[in-house]
T-cell receptor
Framework: AQKVTQAQTEISVVEKEDVTLDCVYETRDTTYYLFWYKQPPSGELVFLIRRNSFDEQNEISGRYSWNFQKSTSSFNFTITASQVVDSAVYFCALRNYGQNFVFGPGTRLSVLP | GAVVSQHPSRVICKSGTSVKIECRSLDFQATTMFWYRQFPKQSLMLMATSNEGSKATYEQGVEKDKFLINHASLTLSTLTVTSAHPEDSSFYIC?????????????FGAGTRLSVL
């Protein structure tokens, strides 16, 4: 069975702080994809990253970085120097090859000025 | 720009009426489209998977007679909430998957916020 756990329900930080959102997944497949999406108050899902199971390289995109560790089945997301505009709900998701998305419960991030 | 268009973005209706939500893939053909429902402060839950030209596959607990899905073309899927009731009020999100290959990509619409009075 596939499962995605985001243990942090809500996080509040002050602007310019770094924050890490945790994601732990479960799957029996060897081929799978991991995703992070941002959902601002408008509701639209904003795609942030897709990582396949064979690529464990960490990735950095501006203030965003992702740490993929297969050994611990984790795909954590760090925002450096957070800004108010980063306030949103963030979803981690898993998709096995040819199958549907399984979304985590989401982490609500509030960045305070 | 958006590659999946969902319409309307917001709808308010009276209890007992039916509401149709459209999902269009704009720049690609989507043999498979998905419908999700998201209740406030909860995650997205898959309702059904629709394949062009065939009947939709519904997830357990989703009433197929209440949530009618039609995927008549490779670029359009519709979800009709029949005889809507206040408990159907939710955020509905569609998604379309590109065809073929291991790298097929799934795009999400902007969502439809349904409020049933």
């Amino acid at each position: 069975a596939q499962k995605v756990t985001q243990a942090q329900t809500e996080i509040s930080v002050v602007e310019k702080e770094d924050v890490t959102l945790d994601c732990v997944y479960e799957t029996r497949d060897t081929t799978y994809y991991l995703f992070w999406y941002k959902q601002p108050p408008s509701g639209e899902l904003v795609f942030l990253i897709r990582r396949n199971s064979f690529d464990e390289q960490n990735e950095i995109s501006g203030r965003y970085s992702w740490n993929f560790q297969k050994s611990t089945s984790s795909f954590n997301f760090t925002i450096t120097a957070s800004q108010v505009v980063d306030s949103a709900v963030y979803f981690c998701a898993l998709r096995n090859y040819g199958q549907n998305f399984v979304f985590g419960p989401g982490t609500r991030l509030s960045v305070l000025p | 720009g958006a590659v999946v268009s969902q319409h309307p973005s917001r709808v308010i209706c009276k209890s007992g009426t039916s509401v149709k939500i459209e999902c269009r893939s704009l720049d690609f053909q989507a043999t498979t489209m998905f419908w999700y429902r998201q209740f406030p402060k909860q995650s997205l839950m898959l309702m059904a998977t629709s394949n062009e030209g065939s009947k939709a596959t519904y997830e357990q607990g989703v009433e197929k007679d209440k949530f009618l899905i039609n995927h008549a073309s490779l670029t359009l899927s519709t979800l009709t909430v029949t005889s809507a009731h206040p408990e159907d009020s939710s955020f509905y999100i569609c998604s379309a998957r590109t065809s073929g290959g291991a790298q097929n990509i799934q795009y999400f619409g902007a969502g439809t916020r349904l409020s049933v009075l």
